[in-house]
Nanobody, 122 residues
C-alpha cells in the first residue's frame, strides 16, 4: 500500500513564503513524475508544478518565478518552495506522484495526498 502525505501548509501574509513537503511511503519500487496541484474554493483543481525523476521542472504561468519544486529521489520526497505569495494562491495544495509499487502485482498508478491548506492574507 502506498501513501502520500503532505505537510507545511498554513496562514501567511501576502509577500511571505511557505514550503510544502510531500513524502511517499509503502511498497514502492520507483517514483517517476511528482507534482503539485491546488484547488481554491469553488474552482477546479489546477496543476501548479511538476518534476521528473531526472529533475526537469515545469510550472504554471501563474507561479513561474515565485515557486520552486524539488525532490529527493533517495527519500521519495518532494517539496514546493513558495515565495512572494499572493491572496490568489490561497487553496488546498495536493501532492501527486506516479508510483510503481507492489500491490496485488507490480503496477504504475497515480497517487494523491490528502491536501494541505495554504491561506494568504492581504
Amino acid at each position: 500500500q502506498v501513501q502520500l502525505v503532505e505537510s507545511g501548509g498554513g496562514l501567511v501574509q501576502a509577500g511571505g513564503s511557505l514550503t510544502l513537503a510531500c513524502a511517499a511511503s509503502g511498497s514502492i519500487v520507483d517514483v517517476t513524475n511528482m507534482g503539485w496541484y491546488r484547488q481554491a474554493p469553488g474552482k477546479q483543481r489546477e496543476w501548479v508544478a511538476s518534476i521528473t525523476k531526472g529533475g526537469s521542472t515545469n510550472y504554471a504561468d501563474s507561479v513561474k518565478g515565485r515557486f520552486t519544486i524539488s525532490r529527493d529521489n533517495a527519500k521519495n520526497t518532494a517539496a514546493l518552495q513558495m515565495n512572494s505569495l499572493k491572496p490568489e494562491d490561497t487553496a488546498v495544495y495536493y501532492c501527486n506522484a506516479r508510483i510503481i509499487a507492489w500491490g496485488r502485482g507490480l503496477s504504475s498508478d497515480d497517487y494523491w495526498g490528502q491536501g494541505t491548506q495554504v491561506t494568504v492574507s492581504s
